[in-house]
């Protein structure tokens, strides 16, 4: 008897709990095509040629490189052709063990170039500053190993401008993306941080830094990429920016205001996901502190990288984020429901916990203890079906609703081939991909609660987007 109750109660707890899932979803589905709206009608004049206007803040480009040889030269060029009016670029190098820093001395001729800089933040020690004889906005930080967020701190200390903007070494942003990226600064002075779209270029091309074509993946973990993407910008953080209550700004792009970033400690190197732990702590820190600020999501400001292609490099990425989320999450806690928390601390930051910290744990033995139950027969085949179906339906409504809003605003792939092909995977995602990616959320959600050691792992580039 006290088995059928226990099976009855978690039958409806997984259930609850999908039907949670989706319902935040979808509220962030309907803020963000509201908002969406409002934001293309403000920005309609800008498809007419722009200009300078002479007050663009200038900006610092800070690009951490570690064992990126293979895709460097054109992310930089790419860089190097943005449509702004003043900025600089700061690769720093991480003590690869590849041919990084000898493709950027071959392909930009950089040259030793001493100079003195405020060590405001503590970093592994620099071996040497290079600048470009070619490019007057260029320059190299050549440094010891000590990850991420470290090279960023780095680019923190050395760069000259009050605002600087983080970009992956293999990644290419759109001409366009700068402008568009630090638009929330000018319109409200009181932005601290605006993090931009990221999408996937594997299957699109790239000539010496420009993105010419926009295309497909063959790879199909790589076309189930572009769904999840679309959904995590489009209506994920798109629906969190207008309440002031977005918690992540991706590692590859975004752009802060270095003071404010200064004055919380910059990047934290004891964590794996230095990007969303920022975010957080920035929102911890000015809110507790009463101090009126604004975290903006730019959707029509685009950079293009690449997604993994082979499982075993995926997984490892996925565990690492969930990692990163965890300890972002738990090293500011005292967040969560705090009186002055707001939206950030009584709403995104409780969805965020409930559905993606320990959300992985209840998918995972959800589906394990429904299919369990069937095969023993403590669970009917109409109750089976009925939680199956839920759950693989509700997924595909998310998947679909977030390519509409993709077709109803940017319509970044022209050819309707394509956007049935991305369809067909919002679909087919569904039925063991998505399952997956709990699994391995659940991996990464395990080694955080027994403290076993982060590590980056090593991520597999094809390049094949990329030509000369």
């Not at 009181?190 to 993946?217: D, M």
């Amino acid at each position: 008897m006290w088995l059928e109750t226990l099976i009855s109660i978690s039958e409806w707890l997984f259930l609850l709990y999908l039907l949670g899932l989706t319902a935040g979803y979808l509220m962030l589905d309907i803020i963000a095509i509201f908002h969406l709206r409002q934001y293309l009608e403000e920005r309609v004049l800008e498809s007419l040629p722009q200009s300078y206007t002479g007050f663009e803040p200038q900006i610092s480009v800070l690009v951490p490189a570690y064992n990126e040889a293979t895709t460097i030269a054109s992310s930089i060029r790419s860089l190097l052709q943005l449509s702004y009016s003043e900025y600089e670029i700061v690769v720093v190098n991480d003590g690869s063990k590849d041919a990084t820093i000898d493709v950027l001395r071959k392909e930009f001729d950089l040259f030793p170039f001493p100079e003195a800089y405020n060590a405001q933040l503590t970093t592994a020690p620099i071996r040497a500053i290079y600048h470009s004889s070619v490019h007057a906005n260029l320059r190299v930080i050549d440094k010891d190993n000590g990850g991420k967020a470290d090279s960023l701190n780095a680019g923190i200390n050395l760069s000259v401008y009050p605002l600087f903007c983080c970009i992956d070494a293999d990644s290419i942003l759109q001409p366009d993306s700068l402008r568009r990226a630090v638009q929330p600064f000018l319109d409200d002075h009181r932005t601290v941080a605006s993090g931009g779209t990221v999408r996937i270029a594997n299957g699109c091309r790239v000539e010496n830094g420009f993105l010419t074509k926009i295309g497909l993946p063959t790879n199909l973990l790589a076309v189930f990429q572009i769904v999840e993407y679309l959904r995590a910008f489009l209506f994920g953080r798109l629906g969190w920016s207008p309440m002031n209550a977005m918690l992540i700004i991706s590692g590859a792009f975004g752009i802060f205001r270095k003071e404010s970033v200064a004055a919380v400690g910059g990047y934290r190197s004891d964590t794996i996901g230095e990007d969303m732990e920022l975010v957080v702590r920035l929102h911890r820190h000015l809110r507790l502190s009463g101090k009126s600020y604004r975290i903006t999501f730019v959707p029509d400001s685009v950079c293009w990288t690449e997604a993994p292609e082979d499982l075993r490099t995926l997984k490892n990425q996925r565990i690492r984020w969930q990692r990163g989320l965890c300890e972002s999450l738990t090293k500011n806690v005292d967040l969560l429901c705090h009186p002055k928390g707001g939206t950030i601390g009584w709403l995104a930051f409780p969805f965020m916990a409930a559905f993606e910290w320990i959300g992985p744990a209840i998918e995972v033995f959800g589906y394990c203890f429904v299919t369990a139950g069937f095969l023993l027969g403590f669970v009917s085949v109409q109750a089976w079906l009925i939680l199956l179906i839920t759950a693989i339906g509700l997924g595909v409504l998310l998947s679909v609703s977030a390519l509409l809003l993709e077709e109803m605003s940017f319509h970044m792939y022209p050819d309707q081939r394509d956007v049935l092909k991305l369809l067909l995977a919002a679909v087919l995602e569904n039925f063991g991909y998505r399952q997956l990616n709990s699994v391995w959320k659940l991996i990464g959600l395990y080694r955080w609660m027994i403290g076993k050691k982060a590590v980056w792992g090593a991520m597999t580039r094809t390049a094949s987007w990329q030509t000369r």
